[in-house]
């Protein structure tokens, strides 16, 4: 399975932007990036996915490497509720073992007021 | 609420007892997983089903755990002779799938059930 790699932990302040990046050098051409968060004693929740190219909703935007290798989560305006660890996931379109999400670490993202 | 729930919310017993949680998931979403997480890790899958087939099961579900879907609606794990490394936040999450894809449809999880095995 194609591995993510991302960054222990991040700090930001209230009301500024966060930009937490993941690495997936070994991504496949069917592999979608999911990113999916966990805010403290809650089970974890969907944030975003995308294919290629950039994505936004109402959470967050998904910015795509060209190279496919590596994507960036972005907050535009972190809030003390934003304070989670975030995940980001490969998923295969095609195989079966798709079905499950695979987590890595994480990046704990703490926002300071 | 509609949303996936789970019972009970904690869970503590002696080494070697028997546990059962139980996952109802969002009505109409056909497939339903189980995941465990320890403290300071992501979850880590364990199974999965279709509606009341199970698909596939992690290497990390020994034989003393078992779980069943039996109409395809909610959902049992089962641990027995409970052993202190079990001791973990077990997470259900539910989605609406086609059958024959994995798709990208969204996992709802439920707030999870920490068993503590003493």
């Known amino acids: 399975d194609a591995k993510t790699t991302q960054p222990n932990s991040m700090e930001s302040n209230e009301e500024e932007p966060v930009h937490l990046p993941c690495n997936h050098s070994t991504i496949s051409g069917t592999d979608y990036i999911h990113w999916y968060r966990q805010l403290p004693s809650q089970g974890p929740e969907y944030v975003i996915h995308g294919l290629t190219s950039n994505v936004n909703n109402r959470m967050a935007s998904l910015a795509i490497a060209e190279d496919r290798k590596s994507s960036t989560l972005i907050l535009h305006r972190a809030t003390l509720r934003d304070a989670a660890v975030y995940y980001c996931?490969?998923?295969?379109?095609?195989?079966?073992?798709?079905?499950?999400?695979?987590f890595g670490g994480g990046t704990r993202v703490l926002v300071k007021p | 609420d509609t949303g996936v729930s789970q019972d009970p919310r904690h869970k503590i017993t002696k080494r070697g007892q028997n546990v059962t949680f139980r996952c109802d998931p969002i009505?109409?979403?056909?497939?339903l997983y189980w995941y465990r997480q320890t403290l300071g890790q992501g979850p880590e899958f364990l199974t999965y089903?279709?509606?009341?087939?199970?698909?596939?099961k992690s290497r990390l579900l020994s034989d003393r755990f078992s779980a069943e879907r039996p109409k395809g609606s909610f959902s049992t794990l089962e641990i027995q002779r409970t052993e202190q490394g079990d001791s973990a936040m077990y997470l259900c999450a539910s989605s609406l799938g086609l059958i024959g894809t994995s798709g990208n449809n969204e996992q709802f999880f439920g707030p999870g059930t920490r068993l503590t095995v003493l």
């Open positions: 009505s109409e979403h056909n497939r």
């Open positions: 089903f279709q509606n009341e087939a199970q698909l596939e």
């Open positions: 996931i490969l998923r295969d379109l095609i195989k079966a073992a798709g079905n499950k999400l695979t």
